[in-house]
């Protein structure tokens, strides 16, 4: 049995409990959480996690610690847990922007400590999640790690001085994908066209344009040419985006986000 505390049990603590329990692991898996809302814990009860009260009973209780709180607070996360760190315990941090030399420095200097940033699709097992490891990890501690969030959906091995430039590809960017799918939907209702349909037409051409992409073999440039009659409407469009600059807009949006994680790092 392996013994996995989370310390915060918001959006991806939750996601992440719920995926390690209705997947195939669940049944190998002891899960306990602690929350300072208590109600988010007692929500994953049926879930088969166990409640704590501290980060200290996390601490006993656990080989793998899930720190899922938000970086502006890990600090303070960090001393609490600092005493009941052992050279045994496997840390793994989700917070954006933080670095495994900082949970090493505030926990103890040997601290194995493995990286990961996740998206919420993972909710689904649609996820898709980097990992980077310190070099106290062992191969079969990294192991257990991977494999969960390949059963929660895709995960790809990284760098971990990459740990901050990734968030915009995976963990931040459901976000952006969400307001552009909001653009065409609010485009169809502006023309009278049923937001359901359009909704279910256009998240449809998203999956089927990221199959295309994953599967068909042929190049993104290719793939546009594909879609781009001679004269026809999707030039029409495509040259507004062109002129709108939309892949610098998009490089100045993931550049932000990077910026923005080295700012919360420490
Ligand atoms: N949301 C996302 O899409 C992604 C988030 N991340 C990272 O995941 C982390 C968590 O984000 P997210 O789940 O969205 O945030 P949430 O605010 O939903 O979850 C954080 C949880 O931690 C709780 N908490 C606060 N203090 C403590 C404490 N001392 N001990 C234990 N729990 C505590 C919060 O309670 P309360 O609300 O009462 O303060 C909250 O329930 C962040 O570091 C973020 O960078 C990474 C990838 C994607
Ligand atoms: O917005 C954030 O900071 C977190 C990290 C990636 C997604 N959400």
């Given at each position: 049995m392996v013994n996995i505390g989370f310390i915060g049990a918001g959006n991806m603590g939750t996601a992440i409990m719920k995926g390690i329990s209705t997947s195939s692991l669940g049944k190998d898996v002891k899960l306990s959480a602690f929350d300072p809302s208590t109600e988010k814990v007692k929500a994953l009860e049926e879930y088969g996690v166990t409640p704590c009260s501290s980060e200290k009973e996390i601490m006993e209780n656990s080989k793998y610690v899930f720190l899922a709180v938000k970086p502006q607070i890990i600090e303070g996360v960090l001393e609490a847990i600092s005493a009941y760190t052992t050279k045994d315990t496997v840390i793994i941090s989700i917070a954006a922007g933080i670095g495994d030399e900082f949970i090493a420095k505030k926990t103890i200097p040997d601290a194995k400590v493995i990286l990961v940033m996740p998206n919420t699709p993972l909710l689904l097992g649609e996820g898709a999640s980097a990992l980077s490891r310190n070099d106290k990890v062992s191969d079969e501690e990294f192991d257990v790690v991977l494999n969960i969030f390949r059963i929660c959906g895709k995960a790809a091995v990284i760098p971990k001085d990459k740990m901050k430039e990734i968030i915009a590809i995976n963990g931040s960017s459901p976000a952006f994908i969400y307001l552009f799918a909001k653009g065409f939907i609010d485009y169809a209702a502006s023309v009278g066209i049923d937001s359901k349909a359009a909704e279910e037409l256009f998240t449809q051409s998203l999956i089927g344009s990221a199959k295309m992409i994953t599967d068909?073999?042929?190049?993104i440039d290719d793939l546009i040419k594909m879609v781009s009659?001679?004269?026809?409407t999707t030039l029409a469009g495509l040259e507004r985006l062109y002129e709108g600059n939309l892949t610098d807009v998009v490089k100045n949006c993931c550049e932000s986000c990077t910026k923005r994680a080295y700012e919360l790092s420490k």
């Open positions: 068909s073999g042929n190049t009659s001679p004269g026809g």
